[in-house]
């Protein structure tokens, strides 16, 4: 059966509709039901488009994790336009720098004194309350988003890959998403929390937020929730295997069926010891980068048969290794310049 991709918005309605009262998102404290989530969006979208956003803009958004930042970028959605999510606490330098250069209709989150000419509106912005919460026309965002990057040479980019803002249950991506609760503890504006938390959320499922990472109350949270699904840097990892060992003991992490690390190498003997932790089957890693032109993939019992390696490329992507002074392929075993290559499109050769 082919199951047609719906936009974002639609995929939200569509849960909503299915179950308006069940949590949809939990930060802290905080919460939101589905029906919550998508009357308040509506509202914010109407909010939005009085201040002049519309279809393909860009609406960079500042704010931190928290229900404030997923109405933000539904709403941005709903009409079509583009969230470009940025941590709030970039100096103001940098940022004032990536909002030149992403040019948005809106600025979310900063202060108006930073934006200069443009419109912003602050962290905490209350919609007017005459505006309807009905559902707005169905609008498919021509970017899903536009990510940004201080880049490795230190000029600000932005990060915009060429998916549109659609909902797919049968893409590669859907393996990301979770079944009953994804856990994302790093911040929204980077590439892997952004996907999963909003992915796990269109499938159904509940995401629980972390306001800032801590390895004690990551393992709570697991257990709590019964979270099946988490990503996380190896710098993470690495913080959750250094608690004491009875404090990891005595939490139940068994509903964990997906745990993925990626964002930087993972030394082997780390993923080692996290594959006896949780099992061969749960633990993932994959090696990409966030303009999605490539990336691989490979699971904790192929990573047992082949110590250290990233994987096989996936999606129809491919990876050559070259030589930097002869330009050609290298030989199994030999350093070299990776060279990502997509399934389609400019790149491929």
């Keep these: 059966m082919t199951v047609a991709p719906i936009s974002f918005p639609r995929a939200l309605a569509e849960v909503a509709a299915a179950d308006p009262d069940r949590l949809a998102v939990i930060c802290g404290d905080d919460s939101i039901t589905r029906g919550e989530l998508d009357r ?7 909010a939005y488009q009085t201040l002049g956003v519309g279809v393909g803009d860009l609406v960079t958004i500042g704010l931190p994790n928290g229900m404030e930042w997923f109405v933000a970028c539904m709403a941005a959605w709903k009409l079509g336009a583009v969230p470009n999510p940025v941590s709030p606490l970039l100096p103001d330098a940098e940022r004032d720098a990536i909002v030149e250069r992403a040019d948005p209709a809106l600025v979310v989150g900063f202060e108006i004194a930073t934006s200069g000419r443009r419109v912003a509106i602050a962290a905490g912005f209350q919609p007017d309350a005459l505006l309807s919460d009905e559902p707005l026309e169905d609008r498919t965002s021509p970017v899903e988003r536009a990510l940004a990057s201080g880049g490795s040479t230190g000029q600000p980019k932005l ?42 959320l269109f499938g159904g499922a509940r995401v629980v937020v972390m306001e800032r990472f801590d390895a004690s109350a990551c393992l709570e949270l697991i257990e709590r929730h ?105 030989v199994p075993g030999v350093m070299g310049e990776i060279y990502m290559m997509p399934a389609s499109g400019p790149g491929t050769s």
Excluded at 308 to 328: A, F, L, M, N, Q
């Design 159 to 200: 990060i915009i890959t060429q998916s549109a803002a659609v909902y797919d249950s049968t893409s590669p991506l859907a393996m990301f998403s979770a079944r009953v609760c994804a856990l994302i503890p790093g911040p929204l504006y980077h590439g892997i929390p952004f996907a999963s938390a909003w992915r796990s």
């Design 226 to 330: 019964r979270v099946d699904r988490i990503s996380l840097v190896p710098t993470m990892m690495l913080r959750l295997a250094r608690l004491p060992e009875h404090e990891r003991a005595q939490r139940d992490v068994s509903s964990l069926e997906f745990v993925l690390t990626s964002g930087s190498p993972c030394p082997a003997w780390l993923m080692r010891r996290w594959i006896g932790w949780v099992g061969p089957e749960v633990m993932h890693e994959s090696f990409g980068s966030t303009e999605r032109i490539g990336g691989t993939f490979i699971n904790g019992t192929e990573w047992l048969a082949h110590p250290g390696s990233v994987g096989k490329p996936v999606g129809g992507s491919r990876i050559r290794i070259i030589d930097t002074e002869t330009g050609v392929d290298c």
């Design 40 to 46: 308040a969006s509506n509202r914010m979208a109407r």
